[in-house]
């Protein structure tokens, strides 16, 4: 989950998940107020799990999806959702938002009974900035070569926020080489797990581990990411998670 806000002060939250989030930085739920747009990649539960939560306290927040589930969102009664599509671009707020591809899955699980739903494709997000500045969210999704022709050729962002998880999405050195596709000022690693005693709710860490043992195999990438990005020349701005940076 990513909080960002825009040179005119517009909040924007990208994939939020946050009841039962060990790597969650909420303090208070002032947290939640104040937004103005949720981008939601896919429908797994680690990156919408958390909109519910937010549009409490912020329910006039625009939400933009993948088509199909932004169709999902809107029979569950949400209002203001923006269903969209790869390819298609919106301004909300002062801000430019394009979707592009991402090669994952998109499904939403309902715990309560064990039922899942295919809810068509995942995306990525190329989001332009009041001042110009632009950030490519990635979301979850394999090394594609639509980030060197598309993101990279079309878009051209000065921010790329790339996965590096490996087992779901890129490993360190997949990343590295998107990274070098793409050509951004700047990348921030996302998608994996901190240690233990690193984690901003550590105390459901240990919970969390044991429901979901393969989440092990994610522990600290983005610290691999960043020793790989250096060797190549890439600029990788590892944060700590609920570290907040200014980038211009």
């Known amino acids: 989950m990513f909080r960002v806000v825009s040179p005119k002060g517009r909040v924007i939250l990208i994939d939020p998940w946050i009841t039962g989030n060990p790597t969650c930085w909420q303090k208070d739920d002032s947290e939640w107020q104040g937004v103005e747009i949720i981008l939601i990649t896919h429908g797994h539960f680690d990156?919408?799990?958390g909109l519910d939560d937010v549009l409490k306290f912020s329910p006039a927040a625009k939400v933009v999806a993948p088509?199909?589930?932004g169709l999902f969102f809107m029979g569950q009664g949400k209002k203001n959702v923006l269903a969209m599509n790869k390819g298609g671009a919106v301004e909300l707020e002062g801000v430019k938002i394009s979707m592009v591809g991402a090669d994952h899955s998109s499904s939403f699980m309902d715990f309560a009974t064990g039922a899942a739903q295919t809810l068509g494709e995942p995306a990525g997000y190329v989001v332009e900035?009041?001042?110009?500045f632009k950030i490519y969210f990635a979301g979850?999704?394999?090394?594609?070569?639509d980030m060197k022709f598309v993101v990279a050729d079309y878009?051209?962002?000065?921010?790329?926020v790339l996965p590096v998880s490996g087992l779901f999405a890129m490993a360190p050195d997949q990343a590295v080489l998107a990274a070098k596709f793409i050509k951004p000022k700047y990348v921030i690693p996302h998608h994996d797990f901190p240690e233990p005693d690193?984690?901003?709710a550590s105390a459901n860490y240990n919970q969390f581990l044991e429901q979901y043992p393969f989440i092990r195999a994610m522990i600290a990438k983005s610290q691999e990411f960043g020793k790989l990005a250096a060797q190549k020349g890439v600029k990788a701005m590892v944060l700590d998670f609920g570290e907040t940076r200014e980038i211009k």
């Open 67 to 69: 088509y199909e589930l």
């Open 155 to 160: 878009y051209k962002p000065d921010l790329a």
């Open 140 to 145: 979850d999704t394999g090394l594609t070569s």
């Open 47 to 49: 990156h919408c799990a």
């Open 129 to 132: 900035l009041e001042d110009g």
């Open 198 to 200: 690193k984690a901003p």
